[in-house]
C-alpha cells in the first residue's frame, strides 16, 4: 500500500478516544473477549489514521477497514464456529448480519463499499473528498453502533463539519 499522507494529530481533548469509558482495570470491557476488546482498539486507531489521512483515496481505505475491524470485533465476541465440514469463505459483512441483526443495514452499506475500498488501496482515484470524509463519519457512527452492541459505554461520535 502507498505511503499514508498525514496531517497534524488531533489536538487534546479531540473526540478520538483510545480507550472505553466501562474499562475494567486490566483494560478489558466487561464481557468482551480479549480478540474483540483488541479489534476494537484496532479501529478505534484506524480511524484517527483516517482522520489524519489527506488523500481521499487513503482516508477511504482507512476508514473502511476500520469498520471491517469493528465488525470483527463483533465476530469475536458474538460468532461460534461452525461444527463439522468447512465450508467456503464468506464475507465478514455476510456474517455480521447473522449473528448482530441489529447491524443489519450497516452491514449491507459497508459491504456495497469493498470494491471502492480496494481500488483505493490499489492506489485508483475512485474517491472524492467528500466521500472520504462521509466514509470516516460513518466509520465512526458504525463503531459507536458496535460498542453499543457490545454492552460498552457509549461516546460522542466524531462532529460534523459545517
Same mark, same amino acid.
Given at each position: 500500500m502507498a505511503t499514508i499522507t498525514k496531517a497534524p494529530?488531533?489536538?487534546?481533548?479531540?473526540?478520538?478516544?483510545?480507550?472505553? &469509558?466501562?474499562?475494567?482495570?486490566?483494560?478489558l470491557a466487561? &464481557?468482551?473477549?480479549?480478540?474483540?476488546?483488541?479489534?476494537?482498539?484496532?479501529?478505534?486507531q484506524g480511524l484517527g489514521e483516517a482522520e489524519g489521512a489527506l488523500?481521499?483515496?487513503e482516508r477511504y481505505a482507512l476508514a473502511h477497514r476500520s469498520a471491517l475491524r469493528a465488525a470483527a470485533a463483533v465476530l469475536a465476541a458474538r460468532a461460534r464456529p461452525a461444527s463439522g465440514r468447512r465450508s467456503r469463505p464468506?464475507?465478514?459483512?455476510?456474517?455480521?448480519?447473522?449473528v448482530a441483526p441489529e447491524l443489519g443495514e450497516w452491514a449491507e452499506?459497508?459491504?456495497? &463499499?469493498?470494491a471502492k475500498r480496494a481500488a483505493a488501496e490499489a492506489g485508483r482515484p475512485v474517491v472524492s473528498q467528500r466521500e472520504a470524509?462521509?466514509?470516516?463519519?460513518?466509520?465512526?457512527?458504525f463503531l459507536a453502533a458496535v460498542e453499543a452492541a457490545l454492552g460498552l459505554t457509549a461516546r460522542l461520535p466524531l462532529p460534523v463539519a459545517g
Open positions: 494529530a488531533p489536538a487534546p481533548g479531540s473526540t478520538r478516544g483510545g480507550g472505553f &469509558g466501562s474499562l475494567l482495570p486490566g483494560g466487561p &464481557g468482551v473477549p480479549a480478540a474483540a476488546d483488541a479489534l476494537l482498539v484496532a479501529a478505534r488523500v481521499p483515496r464468506t464475507s465478514a459483512w455476510r456474517l455480521l448480519v447473522g452499506f459497508f459491504a456495497a &463499499g469493498a470524509d462521509d466514509l470516516l463519519r460513518d466509520a465512526d457512527r
